[in-house]
């Protein structure tokens, strides 16, 4: 498998670009996660890809806040 942080953005990308799968992401991350990659992976691996993208997802979020928080001042 390529590059862990590599896989990590390449999910995020996906995700946060469809809804359908931003659903399936937060109804069943491995299966959404799997899907994406194209793979079935290791339940060690998957759970670091996993958590890695929720934690990307996150911190945009948060970042977009803090960008708009930085717009009203």
Do not use: N, R, Y
Not at 39 to 68: E, M, N, Q, R
């Amino acid at each position: 498998m390529a590059d862990l942080k590599q896989e990590i953005t390449k999910v995020v990308d996906k995700v946060t670009k469809d809804e359908k799968l931003m659903d399936q992401f937060k109804k069943d991350p491995v299966k959404a996660v799997e899907s994406i990659l194209g793979v079935d992976l290791p339940d060690d691996v998957i759970k670091k890809v996993v958590d890695g993208v929720k934690a990307k997802i996150s911190i945009d979020k948060l970042g977009g806040v803090a960008d708009t928080i930085k717009k009203l001042f």
